[in-house]
């Protein structure tokens, strides 16, 4: 059986205090919420801050991004095995952001999930088409390119550590939602998908979270549809009431 998953992506938002005063409210808020796993994932800069704030609790701390390789001359970059002596479980990879922004391709997020999930990360993978490829019906041909060359070369027992979030990137911080029904279609598609590159009892144990623009308005409908598994959520996951709201509206 699945177990929900609700991650907040804080991207480049919070300095090292605010973090921590946001751990620490959120730790209070949801000390009850025990049937779902909640991940914070903070700036590299918060997240020792994160992890005091939140030690004890039922919260789990993850990561925006990381390097394939354990060292090197890589500025700028931080590894999985740093990740971890933070106190790190969870690590974001081929966020749209780092694709669009960064220049990340499949190959550069195949290679860190490898790595994530050989260290001992839980690697949320994230996929999703742009607008034009979405109003000219591609939706399905892009998240399926993005799957295959992010699982490339994965085996079965890997595969199933991988969490997936569908985020359409015309979604994510322009307020625009899929609909219900729009997502759920995505969703069972990469969960297909996986049945295919895998066999069915692996695809059914994968956690497919959705995001883009997720709010407490919209989260109870999403988070109904059979296919959704939970959110990752982006800007109202940097204010503790619109989260609380959010990882409430799982539990009804």
């Known amino acids: 059986m699945r177990?929900?998953?609700?991650a907040g992506n804080w991207k480049m938002y919070k300095?090292?205090?605010e973090a921590f005063e946001l751990g620490a409210e959120l730790k209070k808020r949801l000390e009850d919420v025990v049937s779902l796993k909640i991940v914070l994932c903070p700036p590299f800069t918060a997240l020792f801050s994160?992890?005091?704030a939140i030690e004890g609790s039922n919260l789990f701390l993850g990561a925006q991004n990381m390097h394939w390789e354990d060292q090197g001359a890589y500025t700028g970059e931080i590894s999985a095995k740093m990740l971890m002596s933070l106190g790190c479980s969870f690590v974001i990879l081929g966020h749209s952001e780092r694709r669009i922004h960064f220049g990340e391709t499949n190959e550069m997020t195949n290679k860190k999930l490898k790595k994530a999930i050989e260290i001992g990360l839980s690697p949320i993978l994230c996929v999703g088409e742009k607008l034009e490829q979405r109003e000219t019906e591609k939706?399905?041909?892009v998240v399926e390119?993005?799957?295959e060359g992010a699982f490339e070369g994965l085996k079965e027992i890997e595969a199933e550590k991988v969490v997936i979030a569908y985020e359409p990137v015309w979604a994510i911080g322009t307020g625009k939602t899929a609909t219900p029904k729009q997502a759920n279609e995505v969703h069972?598609?990469?969960r297909e998908k996986l049945g295919l590159l895998y066999k069915d009892e692996i695809a059914e144990k994968v956690n497919i979270l959705y995001g883009g623009s997720v709010k407490p308005e919209n989260s109870n409908e999403l988070l109904s549809e059979p296919d959704i598994d939970g959110a990752l959520v982006g800007g109202?996951?940097?204010k503790a009431d619109s989260f609380e709201k959010i990882v409430r509206s799982k539990l009804s």
């Open 236 to 238: 109202a996951s940097l």
């Open 139 to 141: 939706t399905e041909e």
């Open 188 to 190: 069972r598609f990469i």
């Open 145 to 147: 390119k993005q799957l």
């Open 50 to 52: 994160v992890k005091k």
């Open 15 to 17: 300095n090292e205090a």
């Open 3 to 6: 177990i929900p998953i609700i």
